[in-house]
């Protein structure tokens, strides 16, 4: 790990979470804490998943994340960084981050769900039964077309497989 910003941070117009000011976070480890406390304005927690991972010339890999609302009311895509020492203690412009962890969470994964956000049952169902309970009755209020046609407020990053 190195203490230094991601190379195309010194871009300083650039949002946090864009391909050039990707959020900076310590591994993997640090990655999935900060997606956990990163909610909505109104404080609604998300659902995530990782898209994938790109590296924008000469520099270092960052990953792309999709994040989904539970209230389905917000629909994001954001670029991490891993490979630092610290993780960014800001949010997104549009987004809240938890200063500590709390009981309520959002809840995801790090690798890519097909049938996002109805495909993380499946995976919830295997890791832990309980978490698939909560995630499916909060599935529930919406229908999946619903879901999946949820507006983006903020694209910041592009898809890895674009």
């Not at 000011?21 to 927690?45: A, C, H, M, W």
């Not at 890791?127 to 910041?156: C, D, G, H, N």
């Amino acid at each position: 790990m190195e203490d230094t910003p991601h190379p195309s941070a010194s871009c300083t117009n650039a949002p946090l979470g864009s391909m050039e000011n990707p959020i900076r976070v310590n591994g993997v480890k640090g990655e999935f804490d900060y997606l956990q406390r990163l909610s909505t304005l109104e404080r609604e927690r998300f659902f995530f998943h990782r898209l994938g991972s790109t590296a924008p010339a000469n520099e270092k890999l960052v990953d792309v994340y999709e994040l989904i609302a539970h209230d389905n009311s917000e629909r994001w895509v954001v670029a991490i960084s891993l490979y630092h020492n610290t993780a960014s203690d800001e949010a997104p412009e549009g987004l809240w981050l938890d200063p500590i962890s709390s009981f309520w969470r959002s809840i995801g994964v790090n690798s890519f769900i097909k049938d996002f956000p109805m495909g993380l049952c499946e995976v919830w169902n295997v890791k832990e039964p309980a978490r698939a309970l909560l995630v499916e009755s909060i599935l529930s209020q919406f229908t999946p077309e619903e879901w999946r046609t949820q507006s983006f407020q903020r694209f910041l990053a592009p898809h890895p497989c674009s």
